[in-house]
């Protein structure tokens, strides 16, 4: 099975920042990465597919990028609204796994 | 709109078997995968596996092959997840979701079902 694994595990931030968090695969994947958004007590929403496309419905603030092994999610200006657990999965080789998390509080 | 609602909640003894529900609508349900996922109390997202419901095509997870049955009832557009004896051990949040583009079996997760919540206690 790939490996995913996602740094930090947790930050705090503040409304207006910046927010960058990274996904590492154990081997190659291309770029079948996908970012999902989970607030506490709700289902996951899908954020970003392709590892940089964003999903239909999806603000600009978010953006994905990498390819390979090495991946980014970037939030340019933080919202209260974005407060949540944001995981990564990869799609390239059965079982898909999920990496294990970020939280993103104040 | 594309909609996939799960059935309820449930609260089962260990060794009794169960089978929840992930109705999709608003699109051609037989012609995309659609998946399920487990969610542990306070844990994170762990993916089981997906079903082609045209052909009842099938993927697990390697964790979860022989512990689960997913099928789906493509005349009522409805996937299904299913345990024959269940443990403490089950006790979590599952999700349904579908793929983002038809026909594909490599891609990512689009739309979610809103969670079944599956207490295993005696």
């Known amino acids: 099975d790939i490996q995913m694994t996602q740094s930090p595990s947790s930050l705090s931030a503040s409304v207006g920042d910046r927010v960058t968090i990274t996904c590492r695969a154990s081997?190659?994947?291309?770029?079948?990465l996908a970012w999902f958004q989970q607030k506490p007590g709700k289902a996951p929403k899908s954020l970003i597919y392709g590892a940089s496309n964003l999903q239909s419905g999806v603000p600009g603030k978010f953006s994905g990028s990498g390819s390979g092994t090495d991946f980014t999610l970037t939030i340019s200006s933080l919202q209260p609204e974005d407060f949540a657990t944001y995981y990564c999965?990869?799609?390239?080789?059965?079982?898909?796994?999920f990496g294990p998390g970020t939280k993103v509080d104040i | 709109e594309v909609q996939l609602v799960q059935s309820g909640a449930e609260v089962k003894q260990p060794g009794e078997s169960l089978k929840i529900s992930c109705k999709g609508s608003?699109?051609?349900?037989?012609?995309?995968?659609i998946g399920w996922v487990r969610q542990m109390p306070g844990k994170g997202l762990e993916w089981m596996g997906i079903?082609?419901?045209?052909?009842?095509?099938?993927r697990y997870s390697p964790s979860f092959q022989g512990q689960v049955t997913i099928s789906a009832d493509k005349s009522i557009s409805t996937a299904y997840l299913q345990w024959s004896s269940l443990k403490a051990s089950d006790t979590a949040m599952y999700y349904c979701a579908r793929h983002h583009e038809q026909g594909k079996g490599y891609d990512a997760f689009y739309m979610w079902g809103q969670g079944t919540m599956i207490t295993v206690s005696s």
């Open positions: 081997q190659g994947i291309s770029n079948y």
């Open positions: 079903i082609y419901p045209g052909d009842s095509d099938t």
């Open positions: 999965q990869q799609y390239n080789s059965y079982p898909f796994t």
């Open positions: 608003g699109y051609s349900f037989t012609t995309y995968w």
